[in-house]
């Protein structure tokens, strides 16, 4: 297990901060709260490509630039008892997101099932934190978002797709929901961002470069993204199919149809948040969002103890030399969260560079443990 060399942040500062950073440029206090709950989520489970991490380059630059609306106008353009679709005008997509979900939860508990979708919205944070709050009602959550393109389809080497999540959460007898929170890709354009930020490399293999040049120079390959001269490979790996990576191409497509398609909603090239001029535009995402009740079905408490019972065997299962331990999905983030949840939040020396500028941008009073 790597050693933590990073200052820890406490939870309860970190998010006080976050809140007031957010009001301070806009954003309501309410909903404030909203989209710090969530991106402190990517931390508590040691997503950190998602959270403190994309505080300012994808929420408060974006604000500042105008492609992101602090003040969220959530219209519902349509619904019926068990579905809905709502138009975020390009406000914060967390908010947009929490307000669908809570809807969706109220009308699965009446009638076991609803679905929702939401067009020109903007990032949402991790897809598995609308997923678990299924969860936590002892219901499952299924949950997808398109993103700015990314991945190329199998046999080409251009950017059409984004990172595509698709994220289940089912509730268990267990400490912790099974949840599968991943990207359609390799690796996220989010983790790219990550490693530049630490001075890392990416690892060999994740990028699709238009030469056929290998890529591992982060902060290389992030521009060529923006530029469409290199692509994330995906779930298998690319460009060819000789490792299957058309089933990351499938489940990406699948993605993108349902995000785009069911809020009649934009996709692909049109989300990249760059206009034809090079100017910087809306981003127009699409999120779709399906709740099941268990209770419709064999009822909440055997749903839970089969799922549980799943997991259990799985991880008894035989292992392979020189390995310890199987996860079941959702286990390691679980054990992050009693790892950090005394300590705080580790924050590495971009991003501390990043909230101090935050900090001395609005006047807040804040001062840091790492300062």
């Not at 709950?37 to 105008?66: A, M, Q, T, W």
């Not at 398609?261 to 809306?282: C, E």
């Not at 992050?336 to 590495?348: A, N």
Request: include cysteine.
């Amino acid at each position: 297990m790597q050693i933590e060399t990073r200052p820890y942040v406490s939870w309860e500062l970190m998010n006080d901060f976050l809140v007031d950073a957010f009001v301070g440029y806009g954003v309501p206090r309410e909903d404030a709260i909203i989209c710090a709950d969530v991106l402190l989520e990517s931390d508590r489970r040691g997503i950190e490509s998602h959270g403190c991490n994309r505080f300012k380059p994808i929420y408060i630059d974006r604000i500042k630039k105008g492609t992101l609306l602090p003040i969220t106008e959530l219209e519902i353009v349509r619904e019926t008892p068990t579905t809905l679709v709502a138009d975020a005008h390009d406000g914060m997509g967390m908010v947009a997101s929490h307000h669908v979900m809570e809807r969706l939860l109220d009308m699965a508990r009446s009638y076991g099932m609803a679905g929702g979708a939401i067009r020109n919205s903007t990032h949402f944070g991790i897809a598995g934190y609308w997923a678990t709050m299924a969860s936590k009602e002892g219901m499952i959550g299924l949950v997808g978002t398109n993103a700015r393109p990314s991945i190329a389809p199998t046999f080409g080497v251009e950017n059409m797709l984004g990172t595509n999540p698709l994220t289940f959460a089912l509730p268990t007898d267990e400490e912790f929901p099974f949840c599968i929170d991943c990207a359609t890709s390799i690796v996220q354009r989010g983790k790219i961002e990550y490693y530049a930020r630490e001075g890392m490399p990416t690892p060999a293999g994740m990028v699709v470069a238009e030469s056929g040049d290998e890529l591992c120079d982060s902060e290389q390959i992030l521009a060529m993204l923006v530029d469409g001269t290199a692509a994330l490979a995906p779930l298998g790996g690319g460009p060819g199919d000789e490792t299957c990576g058309y089933k990351g191409y499938g489940y990406a497509t699948v993605v993108e149809i349902l995000s785009a398609a069911l809020a009649g909603g934009k996709f692909m090239k049109s989300l990249t948040g760059i206009a034809n001029d090079g100017s910087p535009r809306m981003y127009g995402l699409g999120h779709f969002f399906f709740v099941v009740d268990p209770e419709a079905f064999v009822g909440r408490d055997e749903f839970r103890r089969i799922a549980g019972d799943i997991c259990r065997e799985l991880r008894a299962s035989k292992r392979a030399p020189g390995y310890d331990r199987i996860y079941t999905a959702g286990e390691k983030e679980w054990l992050v969260w009693q790892e950090r949840k005394d300590k705080g939040v580790p924050v590495g020396e971009a991003v501390q560079h990043e909230l101090m500028e935050v900090r001395d941008e609005l006047g807040l009073s804040y001062r840091f443990p790492f300062e």
